[in-house]
């Protein structure tokens, strides 16, 4: 590898990046590598995942659940063969070096420097997203893999509460609903209620289609999302996965939402245009970064944020096993 350092910084995609850098090839590919601390890592990820104007609880709830999720990311070593440890992009998480960092950001990473969440004596990963849109998913029904009891879903806005968000029409009922927005960014706002539409025929073309008769819901996750989508045309198809289905109707926000008209139904007969309600943004699972935003400008510190939607974590600085002489 050519190791490579530069006073001035290296100029990515239109942003400067410090430090040591490292120049590998892999599979007849050129790989620049920036080689750096965590906790300055950290600091590169926190503006760029929930904003640099954040109220300081919930930029310290985002750092602990960067740093958790980073070390869960590097104890899987995802990308040992791609010839780094963490990517930059929403894959791990988002890194722009000192881009729109400022001393909140600084002071944030500081006050919790080394902190990460453990479970069980493990590292906890932190999964997080943009918005849940009343309560969060369990990644058990999201991903389909083991329960995980830090995972396992809870309530981010206390009027869903009682709101059984996986039958269509409370669900139905809670998009239809306004929510409190004062004080929200426009993205934030955003993601509370959004509306989208697709003609059938590009939706059959999405999916390889010829036609389209019907729609049916077969299940719907504890945060409304819906999980299972059958889709009957020329041929019968199920998506099966959140994300699945959010790609086949043009990436929605999420996959909360309902079919404008259908009156709570779970088999839709489309017209020539198909019209969506929805709310929410991202999986659902983990950290809504919305209600941590929420929850910090109401005076919540970042360990109840953090205990809401991780429930059964510890805070723990205590996680590297060092050698000792």
């Known amino acids: 590898p050519l190791k490579i350092t530069g006073d001035q910084g290296i100029w990515l995609n239109g942003l400067p990046y410090e430090g ?24 590169g990820v926190v503006p760029n995942e929930i904003g640099n104007h954040s109220p300081s609880e919930a930029l310290k709830a985002q750092a602990v659940a960067a740093r958790s999720h980073a070390v869960s990311l590097l104890l899987h070593n995802r990308h040992t063969k791609d010839g780094y440890d963490l990517c930059n992009t929403t894959h791990c998480q988002v890194y722009k070096g000192k881009h729109l960092r400022n001393n909140d950001i600084v002071e944030a990473v500081i006050q919790t420097a080394g902190e990460i969440m453990t479970i069980q004596d493990k590292v906890a990963d932190a999964t997080y997203h943009s918005s849940c849109g009343g309560k969060t998913d369990s990644s058990q029904a999201i991903w389909k893999g083991s329960p995980l009891p830090h995972l396992s879903g809870s309530v981010c806005i206390e009027s869903a509460t009682e709101m059984d968000l996986s039958q269509e029409s409370s669900a139905s009922a809670w998009i239809s609903s306004k929510l409190d927005a004062s004080g929200m960014s426009s993205w934030e706002r955003a993601t509370l209620a959004w509306e989208r ?16 008769k019907q729609i049916q819901i077969m299940e719907r996750g504890i945060s409304g999302r819906i999980l299972k989508l059958r889709i009957v045309g020329d041929r019968t198809l199920t998506l099966d996965g959140e994300y699945k289905i959010r790609q086949a109707f043009g990436m929605l926000p999420s996959s909360f939402f309902v079919f404008k008209g259908s009156q709570g139904k779970t088999t839709i007969s489309p017209g020539a245009s198909i019209s969506l309600s929805g709310r929410g943004s991202g999986h659902g699972v983990g950290m809504c970064q919305v209600g941590a935003l929420r929850k910090a400008r109401n005076g919540v510190d970042y360990t109840q944020i953090l205990q809401t939607y991780y429930p059964t974590i510890k805070l723990s600085t205590e996680w590297i096993d060092y050698e000792r002489p």
Do not use: D, W
């Not at 539409?197 to 389209?212: E, P, R």
């Open 197 to 212: 539409s697709i003609s059938k025929a590009q939706l059959a073309k999405n999916l390889g289609l010829k036609s389209i």
């Open 20 to 43: 040591e850098f490292v120049l590998k090839i892999r599979g007849g590919n050129l790989v620049l590598n920036q080689v750096l601390p965590l906790e300055e890592y950290i600091a």
